[in-house]
RNA sequence: GGGCGCGUAGCUCAAUUGGCAGAGCAACUGACUCUUAAUCAGUAGGUUGAAGGUUCGAUUCCUUCCGCGCUCACCA
């Protein structure tokens, strides 16, 4: 990825140039009228007679992306907002240095102009510039004009570029930004306060992931990047804030892939006496709500499929509802709930479902419900395209969920699933300080056995719990993987603004310089 | 980490069985005062991702490395 030296240089030498007209290389600042999407809005609609009678003298900022010269006279597009507006600079305009300006200019400098509004003989509403302000050089050459930029590692490195130009890009990001808007918006709405906890952690928990681990010089002390909020926003409903929410990053130290990143963007939401059942349906409208904010609808496209978000369409069952729901024909007569009950009816339950379908790991020595979930996630997930409400998981993977009243090996917690992925988790809050506790020692004994991703424990936690933690129902939502379904995006990398690759070799701007 | 695939000019892509490394756009010079993939004439631009090997000869075949993509495993 060497700079062209020879544009670059030639470039830099039209910039002195540009300053010998008297224009500043790199002038700070430039009033402007209006903005290019601002004209498009309003005069879009004028015809040229109307445009002619009552003169719009405008003043606008842009980036060439697009010029023509021809002699005398020539045309350009500026793009500003990701929309482009056409510019006519005529020598008589604009004076002997002003055409000299144009002249020297490149695709992809910044310029401002200024003018009136006018429709050229082909009917596009373009500027008549009288005046032009040189703002800042490209000194790089833009990717070529029809293709564009289509490398996806130089788009990924290089996402200024990409962001140039291909709109459509810059239009996931518009999209992105509106969805965290309106998270925010609905959480302020009702009654939430948006807090801000610990990135960096001593134990890394609330969830069950590998974490990095970085070093403070002066405490001489390794801490974790954390993989969730969790325990930290449940100790703010110890403190007295009954709805809190957090938006912010996650990291987790394991692979990558199209619904990978290590760092991740996650919404945390608890709320005070409520249950999993009070939280499932508010992030529900939550979602719904996103939907309509983000694309003015319910219905989003997801490469052959149409997802409607409307909550008329979503569906709830059990786990073990699914796992029966959508138990391959293949493998024989559908178990029955029964069958999640004992160890041997599990093991039996995944030799069948192997015979027929992708391959379930069993672990006799892991707990049976974590069987159950991987024959979940086996059986089900690739079906679930249509938002759907997962409930009741296994305590044994569950660590800081409460166990159902009556069936103490599930707990009341659940999942949504939309596109093939899991886009959030939640559930009625465990508090009980001693029952945590042994969950934690469950945990333990997990990584004992040989799960590093086992939860640790965590004193402090408990200690905060046994002040008194109200009831509660909290939630997790995957901001990355919401993005994704509500702009057709079938790799995070494509709604993560710089996704994380390896390290390139880059020429230092001293082997292009001199 | 395993498997499959890709890497050629700034960008998008060609190159027959292993036989002189090319085109379009971008760039440069010149002409052109309503063009829009502007047009016309000309010029320049390359360690074919890197290193090694086979060969008279390698972009092409082999090995290793680097980077990217897809996929599987672990995970949200």
Not at 178 to 188: A, G, I, P
Not at 279 to 291: C, G, K, S, V
Not at 313 to 329: K, L, S, V
Request: aromatic share 10%; hydrophobic share 35%.
């Amino acid at each position: 990825m060497a700079l062209d030296e020879n544009i670059y240089k030639l470039r830099l030498e039209k910039l002195k140039q540009i300053e010998a007209l008297g224009q500043r290389a790199y002038p700070t600042k430039y009033e402007f009228t209006h903005t290019i999407p601002s004209i498009l809005a309003e005069y879009s609609q004028k015809s040229a007679e109307e445009l002619d009678q009552s003169r719009v003298n405008v003043r606008i900022a842009g980036r060439i992306m697009a010029i023509r010269l021809m002699g005398k006279a020539g045309f350009a597009h500026l793009q500003q907002g990701g929309q482009k507006l056409q510019i006519y600079v005529k020598k008589d305009a604009v004076g002997e240095k002003g055409f000299e300006l144009y002249k020297l200019l490149d695709l992809g400098d910044h310029v401002g102009v200024s003018g009136y509004l006018f429709r050229t003989r082909t009917g596009e509403l373009s500027i008549h510039v009288e005046e032009i302000t040189f703002l800042s050089k490209d000194l790089l050459p833009l990717p070529e004009k029809w293709h564009g930029l289509t490398d996806v590692e130089l788009r990924y490195r290089q996402r200024y570029v990409d962001l140039v130009m291909n709109p459509e890009v810059r239009e996931v990001f518009l999209k992105r930004s509106k969805l965290v808007q309106s998270m925010r918006r609905f959480l302020d709405a009702h009654g939430f306060i948006e807090v801000e906890t610990p990135m960096m952690q001593q134990i890394a928990g609330g969830a069950v992931a590998k974490p990095f681990i970085t070093h403070h010089n002066t405490l001489d002390m390794d801490l974790y990047l954390r993989i969730a909020p969790e325990l930290y926003l449940k100790r703010l409903t110890v403190g007295g804030f009954d709805r809190v929410y957090e938006i912010n990053r996650n990291f987790r130290n394991e692979g990558l892939g199209w619904r990978w990143n290590p760092e991740f963007t996650m919404l945390e939401f608890y709320q005070a006496y409520t249950d999993y059942r009070g939280i499932m349906d508010l992030t529900q409208q939550l979602i719904e709500q996103a939907a309509i904010d983000v694309i003015g609808g319910t219905k989003t496209k997801w490469g052959e499929h149409e997802i409607d978000w409307a909550g008329s369409n979503w569906r709830r069952m059990t786990m073990r509802e699914a796992i029966i729901h959508y138990w391959p024909e293949t493998a024989g007569p559908k178990p029955t709930m029964q069958d999640f009950n004992s160890q041997d009816s599990v093991k039996t339950m995944v030799s069948r479902f192997n015979t027929a379908h992708a391959h379930v790991a069993y672990d006799p020595n892991e707990p049976v419900g974590k069987t159950i979930a991987a024959l979940f996630e086996a059986a089900a997930e690739e079906h679930l395209t249509q938002p759907t409400i997962i409930y009741e998981f296994p305590t044994a993977i569950s660590p800081l969920s409460k166990q159902k009243a009556d069936e103490p090996d599930w707990t009341e917690r659940w999942e949504i699933y939309a596109g093939q992925m899991e886009i959030a988790n939640g559930f009625s809050e465990l508090n009980d300080p001693e029952d945590q506790r042994r969950r934690f020692e469950q945990q333990l004994k997990e990584r004992e056995r040989g799960d590093e991703e086992a939860h640790q424990m965590d004193e402090d936690y408990i200690r905060a719990l046994s002040y008194g933690m109200p009831p509660a129902g909290g939630c997790g939502v995957g901001v990355d993987r919401l993005a994704m379904l509500l702009t057709d995006s079938h790799t995070i990398r494509d709604v993560i603004l710089f996704p994380l690759l390896r390290p390139e070799k880059v020429a230092s701007p001293e082997d292009v310089k001199e």
